[in-house]
């Protein structure tokens, strides 16, 4: 029910922000800056620029910190995914989910696997184990799960699937550096999981990725797989790329490492402020983590459902970024939207993964937000929203923004 034109909430207050409020600042520890810089001395005076000692030393730190047998470092959680599947010699389908980030499904297209999409849960946003038995054939090669926004899924089901029909099964942990399940990090599960250190994770190493895994076989190929498929003998023992990280990345991911899980509990307290001021209203609701299960909140997921909360979302969005608040909306469109993937086998209608791209934003949560700011911009959703109740939409906001958010 439009108002006229002339009767709409057009009066503009100044933004709650002066200055831009991004979606994420890059973690980077605080004043790292010098030990670094006599790093990255040390790198040029010695001439080996790439996977030498620092690698390595990052390799063993990660294993350590997780957990886990064997860390292979790579250039990025994309080339990881990729080498993983090409060490796994997979064939056929893979079941992953169309409500995750376009890189998941890349890895499988380039190894000429086909995906096979399928739904998540509405309240974990994780993929559904029971979608995930729905959609076994006799094709079926592996599953890719992703720990979405960092919320783990649901290993111990999904591991047990896998088990049962003889099924590669390979984690995108993209986003799962500092959460943890039962207390312990991530790293473990399936046949590997792979992290990203990209500008957006958790950890930054400016680009970069590390597959962990307990599979020591594998480690091995994937050490050759990295540097092409070569071994030492000029003769490729498999189908590999130039996936190598820098020793450079290697000094970044290794001073962010140890205190990741102290930067998740940061992001947890900002995401109780966004979760106290909105949680009881009505359309608006939030990713369930499971009991026992911590989230690294990556990214914090608010589902506002335009017919009940009484906005749209994509209205609430352009209106903080009049703010100076920049959001985002993952995954919107899911894979089963977006062209390399619209033909791929899907299994049910999605409704979950349709319901929650339809309705999810995601507002900054980075650990030096501070919980002031975060509960500032949970308030302000609810005034935007209240703006509109008493005086419709304003003239600026004439369409929807188009779909789909531009990065990552
Ligand atoms: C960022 C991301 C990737 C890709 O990581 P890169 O290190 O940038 O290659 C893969 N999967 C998910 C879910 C991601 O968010």
Partial sequence: MALPIDERNDQDGPPLFDA???????????????????????????????????????????????????????????AGLLLVLRCLDLEGEVILPSFTFFATGHAALWNGLEPVLVDCERDTFN??????????????????????????AAAAELEAIAAEHGLRLVFDAAHGLGASVEGGPLGGLGDAE????????????????????????????????????DGGTYDC??????????????????????????RSADRERN????????????????????????????????????????????FVCAALERDNVQTRRYFDP????????????????????????????NPPVYTRLGEQRAGQIAERILSIRDGVRAGGYPSWWTAPMPAGPPGR
């Fill in 20 to 78: 831009l409020v991004p979606l994420v600042r890059p973690e980077l520890p605080a004043g790292i800056a010098p030990s670094c810089s006599d790093a990255f001395s040390q790198i040029l005076a010695s001439g080996q620029l790439t996977n030498g000692e620092h690698v390595r030393r990052l390799e063993e730190l990660a294993a350590e910190h997780l957990g886990v047998r064997e860390c292979v470092a790579v250039s990025s959680c994309t």
């Fill in 127 to 152: 993929i559904d184990p029971q979608q995930v038995r729905e959609a076994i054939s006799g094709r079926t090669a592996a599953i890719i799960a992703v720990h979405v926004y960092g919320n783990p």
């Fill in 194 to 229: 792979v992290f990203s250190l990209s500008p957006t994770k958790m950890v930054v190493a400016g680009e970069g990725g590390l597959v962990t895994t307990n599979d020591v076989a594998l480690a091995a190929r994937l050490r050759l797989a990295r540097n092409y498929g």
């Fill in 237 to 262: 023992e498999v189908l590999g790329l130039n996936a190598r990280m820098t020793e450079f990345q290697a000094v970044l991911g290794a001073a962010g490492l140890p205190d990741v899980e102290q």
């Fill in 271 to 314: 995401v109780e402020a966004y979760v106290s001021v909105l949680g009881e209203q009505p359309g608006v609701a939030f990713q369930r983590v499971r009991p026992g299960h911590s989230s690294s909140r990556k990214d914090l997921g608010i589902l506002l459902d335009e017919e009940e909360f009484g906005v749209s979302r994509d």
């Fill in 334 to 361: 899911p894979l089963h939207r977006q062209r390399l993937y619209r033909d791929c086998r899907r299994v049910g209608d999605l409704r979950n993964t349709e319901w929650i791209s339809a309705r999810v934003l």
